[in-house]
């Protein structure tokens, strides 16, 4: 069954993770979707620095730029002109399986009986292995190393009653009864775009319009649909498929929903950007609540400051501040030119970047005690570091708190 859920006004449409990976596509009447989708990965940055990738289409042709690093040093004005079409989907990416190299880059490119299709996904599928072997008992060539590569290959299988026109709601669905795990994907075929969320709502997913009602476009987060002036309309739901072309958005169920719902605590804690709407919140004001809250259950009597780990710690120092009525500080500098410490795939290359990111402001923390807030500990690299920096530029004690320990 099909829901009409969005219907366009009367426009010509040929005018024209992985853990947190951002993922983004766009069906527009105009030809300007890879513009649209770099910006909309800029905006998506913050979620993977190790690639990124844009794949267009005009309908005829499929074009495709990828490399390693981030989205402005990959894409050149030249390179943007070159991605043709008023279809697109992108990827930025944050390796949690598969070799950090460009061949492991995103989107992919598959070919099949009905043309060419490009695939951009976050997550991971946690049967992976077993679908690899799969294919390959069948004797489908493999010649990468993730996730992605798994699940191109099984949206190009064919459906049953599937002869001279795609059924790609029914290869997703075959795909979403066959797969165990976290992921939201974008697909791009000859004339659509679609997004696809996992049956738990772990990997975030949302849609909006553009503000010239000439398209419609899906994000990870719902930043990337404000930078690109487009209106968010709401989340993708748990288990359901989106089709983005010509006629609108059209809504399907791909699998029923997991009850209840498993959403990604570290989506709020860490990786989403703090004006990006999430289940009705604003990720800001939800740190700012648990910084409230870390006041409450682990006060700190001997302190005399509070400061932040810039950037994402930053709202639960303020909370954590009007909670305890302790002053707010700012005691570090963040380099964010840098890049985040913990996206990094090599443990020796994070500790060297933890001590390039930041700098004490000396004149703030002198003879003080303070409360360093942080979100969360994943390795202890970065916490062990600032401590040190904070007594070495002249603070008295330093007392941790964490907002998801």
Request: proline fraction near 4%; charged fraction near 20%.
């Amino acid at each position: 069954m099909s829901i009409k859920i969005h219907k366009k006004n009367n426009f010509d449409a040929f005018e024209g993770p992985r853990e947190a990976c951002g993922v983004f596509g766009i069906y527009s009447s105009k030809p300007t979707a890879a513009r649209v989708t770099f910006f909309g990965l800029f905006a998506l940055q913050h979620r993977g620095q190790e690639s990124a990738g844009i794949v267009s289409s005009d309908g005829d042709n499929v074009y495709i730029k990828k490399g390693m690093g981030l989205v402005t040093q990959i894409f050149s004005e030249d390179r943007i002109q070159a991605l043709a079409g008023n279809l697109a989907v992108g990827h930025t990416r944050y390796s949690t399986f598969g070799f950090s190299n460009v061949s492991n880059a995103q989107p992919f490119i598959v070919e099949t009986i009905f043309g060419r299709i490009a695939i951009a996904h976050n997550g991971e599928l946690t049967n992976g292995n077993y679908l690899r072997k799969e294919l390959m008992t069948k004797g489908v060539g493999m010649f990468k190393n993730s996730d992605s590569e798994v699940i191109a290959q099984l949206l190009s299988h064919a459906v049953e009653g599937e002869d001279k026109k795609p059924d790609w709601e029914g290869r997703i669905k075959q795909f979403m009864s066959k797969t165990e795990g976290a992921y939201s994907l974008v697909l791009l075929t000859k004339d659509a775009v679609y997004g696809v969320r996992d049956v738990h709502g772990l990997r975030p997913l949302c849609y909006g319009e553009l503000a010239d009602k000439s398209g419609f476009c899906i994000a990870s987060e719902s930043c990337a649909l404000r930078t690109i002036d487009a209106t968010y309309v709401r989340e993708v739901n748990p288990g359901e498929i989106l089709k983005l072309d010509f006629s609108g958005v059209t809504s399907f169920l791909g699998r029923a929903p997991a009850k209840p719902a498993a959403r990604c605590s570290f989506e709020y804690v860490y990786f989403s950007r703090p004006d990006s709407l999430m289940e009705g919140q604003w990720i800001h004001s939800v740190r700012q609540r648990l910084g409230r809250q870390l006041a409450i259950e682990a006060p700190c009597s001997s302190g005399s400051v509070v400061v932040g780990v810039p950037d994402s710690s930053l709202p639960a120092a303020i909370g954590y501040s009007q909670q305890s009525g302790l002053p707010y500080q700012e005691g570090l500098c963040k380099n964010r030119y840098i890049g985040r410490t913990f996206i990094q795939p090599a443990d020796d290359l994070r500790k060297k970047g933890i001590v390039l990111k930041y700098n004490v402001l000396e004149d703030n923390l002198k003879g003080k005690d303070i409360v360093l807030i942080d979100d969360s500990i994943v390795r202890g690299n970065t916490l062990n570091s600032l401590v040190g920096l904070l007594k070495a530029g002249g603070a008295r004690s330093v007392h941790v708190r964490i907002c998801s320990p």
